[in-house]
């Protein structure tokens, strides 16, 4: 997807240990124009798919998500990372290790919020090792629901997340794929 490849090149940061900083258009500031080509253009990669529901991992993935959500009309599903007083104990559980963050996470999800008739579409912000996709297919399973695919934003293609996750069977649809990043310097697929 060019207009997110262009945005990546001109505002994307690299840092040590393979971090891709967008926080000024993906993670931290919304770039609301963006996300919303970026929704048309996984509607158009997934067109035909029967999608119910949209689940993502909190926080970046879920502006994201809410974008991808209207244009298939279903609702988002987000794991959260930590456990409230108003969460739900009847709930699905997975663990998540986040590199970025250097831990791991139990995500979870309110069981009244996925089932065994849905068909979920995951939704990320990047794709590297697949940490958080395998926990979001290991909720979908959990709910004896099916997983329709993945819509990733950004994905390292040096870094093994996509073949953990097709290795699982899941179909994975990626706008920006990035091939080699080194030295402030990015190169796509």
Request: proline share 2%.
């Given at each position: 997807m060019k207009v997110l490849k262009d945005r990546i090149l001109k505002d994307g940061k690299v840092l040590e240990g393979n971090i891709l900083k967008v926080d000024s258009f993906i993670n931290h500031q919304f770039d609301v124009e963006l996300f919303n080509e970026m929704g048309k253009e996984l509607k158009r990669r997934y067109e035909g798919t029967e999608i119910t529901k949209i689940l993502t991992v909190e926080v970046s993935g879920i502006a994201i998500a809410a974008i991808v959500a209207q244009y298939f009309n279903v609702p988002v599903v987000f794991a959260k990372k930590h456990a409230g007083r108003n969460m739900d104990p009847d709930s699905y559980e997975a663990d998540v290790y986040s590199y970025t963050k250097g831990a791991t996470?139990?995500?979870?999800?309110?069981?009244?919020?996925?089932?065994k008739e849905d068909s979920v579409l995951l939704i990320d912000d990047f794709l590297a090792n697949g940490n958080a996709l395998l926990g979001l297919i290991d909720l979908v399973e959990q709910a004896g629901a099916k997983v329709a695919g993945a819509g990733i934003a950004i994905e390292k293609a040096f870094q093994p997340g996509r073949?953990?996750?097709e290795e699982k069977g899941v179909?994975?649809?990626?706008?920006?794929?990035i091939e080699k990043m080194e030295d402030n310097q990015l190169s796509f697929k």
């Amino acid at each position: 997807m060019k207009v997110l490849k262009d945005r990546i090149l001109k505002d994307g940061k690299v840092l040590e240990g393979n971090i891709l900083k967008v926080d000024s258009f993906i993670n931290h500031q919304f770039d609301v124009e963006l996300f919303n080509e970026m929704g048309k253009e996984l509607k158009r990669r997934y067109e035909g798919t029967e999608i119910t529901k949209i689940l993502t991992v909190e926080v970046s993935g879920i502006a994201i998500a809410a974008i991808v959500a209207q244009y298939f009309n279903v609702p988002v599903v987000f794991a959260k990372k930590h456990a409230g007083r108003n969460m739900d104990p009847d709930s699905y559980e997975a663990d998540v290790y986040s590199y970025t963050k250097g831990a791991t996470f139990k995500v979870r999800v309110s069981k009244k919020y996925i089932n065994k008739e849905d068909s979920v579409l995951l939704i990320d912000d990047f794709l590297a090792n697949g940490n958080a996709l395998l926990g979001l297919i290991d909720l979908v399973e959990q709910a004896g629901a099916k997983v329709a695919g993945a819509g990733i934003a950004i994905e390292k293609a040096f870094q093994p997340g996509r073949k953990v996750v097709e290795e699982k069977g899941v179909r994975v649809e990626s706008l920006a794929i990035i091939e080699k990043m080194e030295d402030n310097q990015l190169s796509f697929k």
